[in-house]
């Protein structure tokens, strides 16, 4: 757009009886004001005559900046036409002392505070995961006593979402995480010529660790997120809240089959994770050692104890009922906007792989000294 | 308005086609809006009222069809091009769609802030400031953020942003739904006074009878995929449509119809009873 010179905001300074008068000309509207407002607050003195009668077009930042310095260095407009006086009355109407930015707290007390409201949302974040814990066993115990009332479509639905959706990343994942382990493991062993004991390792980490672990954070990051995003803003549409009204129990008809789906197919999913990570170590074995695939599933077959077998079973719908529970407690607890949903689907997944973790020690320990070894 | 001639068109769609999958929405459809009216865009649910505005300010491209805007052809204009569009537009979403991150206040800085970079902080806060005013927000409203406001306060922080850089052209997506009786009425105010003071173009989407019949210069229908008819509402009433009928002489057309004729009638009273005094 070019914009003919003429039309350019500008004003002029001139002494008449013994007063000072500032002159507008051109568009006083926003496209055209150039060094107009900077000028205008670079003005020295008092009492001017601000004459706008030559003024083209005007809008309200145009008129603001008429009543502004009016008002501020004590001036009087004068010439204003119809359209100039009803805008400038306008902007008048509305200079009212508006508060613009939130003051800052303090910072000694700012910090003091965020601390403070730190440890009170841990706690009041752990209470409440325990209260809906309860709330949980609560309905489960209906649902038992009631079997009509399980819901078994919506199961079967999560059976597909958590489980069969899930088959194809989990596979690949471990694929790659069992020729990494067997790779790295073979490097470090070759050192003490023991590269047959890469087996070994492969093996046993494979499935006492890290297929259920992997699997645990894989399902946390697809299926927790997606639990809490989903009950999110089912809560945001008021949907959760109609449900109640119309009798059903949310706790029944959406949070335990989540989580009973996720608990039954966690152990499947994990133990396919350790099997298919075996495999990707077997492939490195064979052709990157030369280890042939009958040496290797027979030295498979007699250095897993049964036991890391049990390990597997025991951790996988643990983790699976601690994932589906923090994703859709943090669902739940959406109240405000869509925003909270990203937040809360944020924290379902990070809160759901630490306690994994913290678990999963656990476990390690508590296994060790029942000689599970 | 009372300008020479023909009225400019601000606002030209000229044979639009929308349609999702195989959902048609629009088929050949014209609108023109001219400067300085308030044009109300009335239709059934689900007959693309939101889809038309959509695809006028360039978020829906439509199948097919043109349309201009300032006389720009915005479908195929350069970015530059677009850009000095934007800049004499204001649109007001359905959900206010205020940005959540930022307050109300920065809110209505965020066009200035773009367009203009120049401007000095001190004059941002005070346009800010005047805005928010302006269009009847709490003075305290400024510091506050998009979800501590209730759902009126948000449209008007939503028109406070809309007017942000004075447009001549404002989209408003049903203004009044969800406000109480008391607050859609001062809206109304609002936009007429606006309209009077700034020469503002308003292509407005509503439900609203009340807001139609008070301050609408001319209503545009939508109905079977495309405008079936443009006028002012007694022009609409003449004419044998079906919906149309149904639409402003139900129960609730007939209720606004009353209202404003009441009011016309007390109106012609008062001047009577000056001209004799």
Known sequence: ?373 | MSEEGEPEIVIAVHGLSNSFGEQIIHEGLDLEVKRGEILGVVGGSGTGKSVLMRSIIGLQIPDEGEVEVFGVPVLHAREAELQAVRKRWGILFQGAALFSTLTVAENVQVPLREFYPRLSERLLDEIAAYKIVMVGLDPDAGPKYPAELSGGMRKRAGIARALALDPELLFLDEPTAGLDPIGAAAFDELVVELRDQLGLTVFLITHDLDTLWTICDRVAVLSDRKVVAVGTIPELLALDHEWIQEYFRGPRGRAAEEAVEAEEAREAAAAEGEAER
């Open chain 1, 1 to 373: 757009m070019s914009l003919p010179m003429s039309n350019v905001a500008r004003f002029s300074e001139s002494v008449e009886e013994g007063r000072r008068v500032l002159r507008f000309h051109g568009d006083l509207v926003l496209p055209r004001l150039g060094v107009l407002p900077t000028r205008l607050e670079r003005l020295k003195g008092k009492g001017f005559v601000l004459d706008v009668a030559e003024v083209g077009r005007m809008d309200t930042i145009g008129a603001w900046l008429v009543h502004r310095t009016a008002k501020e260095r004590g001036g009087e407009i004068v010439g204003a036409k119809n359209g100039v006086a009803v805008l400038l009355r306008q902007v008048a109407k509305a200079d009212q002392p508006v508060k613009v930015r939130p003051d800052p707290p303090p910072a000694l007390t700012r910090v003091l505070d965020e601390i403070g409201s730190a440890t009170i949302l841990a706690s009041q974040t752990m209470l409440g995961l325990l209260a809906f814990f309860g709330a949980m066993l609560i309905s489960l115990g209906q649902v038992f006593r009631q079997p009509r009332r399980f819901r078994i479509n919506a199961i079967v639905q999560r059976f597909e979402v958590v489980g069969v959706h899930a088959f194809g990343i989990i596979g690949l994942m471990s694929f790659l995480v069992g020729i990494v382990i067997a790779q790295q493991g073979a490097t470090q062993l070759r050192q003490f010529g023991a590269e047959v004991y890469t087996i070994n390792l492969i093996g046993r980490s494979s499935v006492k660790e890290l297929g259920v672990l992997m699997t645990a954070i894989m399902v946390a990051g697809r299926s927790g997120s997606s639990f809490a995003a989903q009950l999110g803003s089912m809560k945001l549409a008021e949907e959760v809240a109609a449900m109640r009204t119309i009798g059903v129990s949310p706790m029944e008809a959406l949070v335990l089959p989540r989580v009973f789906a996720t608990v039954s197919m966690m152990p499947l999913l994990a133990f396919y994770a350790a099997i298919v990570s075996i495999i990707g170590g077997g492939m490195f074995c064979w052709i990157g050692l030369g280890i042939p695939p009958i040496t290797f599933v027979q030295r498979t077959r007699d250095i897993i104890p049964m036991t890391d077998l049990w390990q597997l079973l025991v951790k996988a719908p643990m983790f699976g009922f601690i994932i589906a529970i923090t994703g859709c407690f943090q669902g739940m607890q959406v109240e405000a906007d869509a925003e909270e949903v990203g937040l809360r689907t944020t924290t379902a997944v990070v809160q759901g792989i630490f306690l994994v973790i913290v678990l999963d020690a656990f476990f390690a320990v508590f296994f060790t000294s029942v000689g599970w070894l």
